[in-house]
T-cell receptor, first 114, second 109 residues
């Protein structure tokens, strides 16, 4: 089954404790991205990757890091999490090429930073 | 910077009524527009994708129109059912996806 898998689905942690949210897709998609969803603000892009070893900032990259060492994986790293990073996070993937490719989303990761 | 607006923010209708959801965007230089459905605690499911060269797209009871020149898209859901209750998001792709805040739909049995 074609899917985007995120782990963990839920995490409660404390300020400053490094964490990684993993994202894996099994559709051989080149393009992957991370979003956060906050009430009243909608979904905002954090980082995206056009292919292996190619990443770039989205609208709200501060406080986050990403890496793309393999096509299927795109982890999101919070080196020193803070309470303002409490949010619902989504990973998405799609084939390359603008115009005709719908994005596939994971089920989300709910992070609470105390 | 692309701004995407969805009105209304919430909608409640009796079962069987047709739904009309609106999406507007500020920059018409887009590649495509997508409509998504989001259920509570779940990710986003792509419903329809309209490429910039298309005027509309249909799938079953769903029909989405796109008017690039006026910066608007409309999602029609015919003969609504309680299972259609969800949040509907539109997203504009102009090299990256910009999302609206969504319309939360409740279909009353």
């Amino acid at each position: 089954e074609a899917q985007v898998t995120q782990n963990p689905r839920y995490l409660i942690t404390v300020t400053g404790k490094k964490l990684t949210v993993t994202c894996s897709q099994n559709m051989n998609h080149e393009y992957m991205s991370w979003y956060r969803q906050d009430p009243g603000l909608g979904l905002r892009q954090i980082y995206y990757s056009m292919n292996v070893e190619v990443t770039d900032k989205g609208d709200v990259p501060e406080g986050y890091k990403v890496s793309r060492k393999e096509k299927r994986n795109f982890p999101l790293i919070l080196e020193s999490p803070s309470p303002n990073q409490t949010s619902l996070y989504f990973c998405a993937s799609s084939p390359p090429g603008q115009g005709g490719q719908p994005q596939h989303f994971g089920d989300g990761t709910r992070l609470s930073i105390l | 910077k692309q701004e995407v607006t969805q009105i209304p923010a919430a909608l409640s209708v009796p079962e069987g009524e047709n739904l009309v959801l609106n999406c507007s965007f500020t920059d018409s230089a887009i590649y495509n527009l997508q409509w998504f459905r989001q259920d509570p605690g779940k990710g986003l499911t792509s419903l329809l994708l309209i490429q910039s060269s298309q005027r509309e797209q249909t799938s079953g009871r769903l029909n989405a129109s796109l008017d690039k020149s006026s910066g608007r898209s409309t999602l029609y859901i015919a003969a609504s059912q309680p299972g259609d209750s969800a949040t509907y998001l539109c997203a504009v792709d102009d090299y990256k996806l910009s999302f609206g805040a969504g319309t939360t739909v409740t279909v009353r049995a």
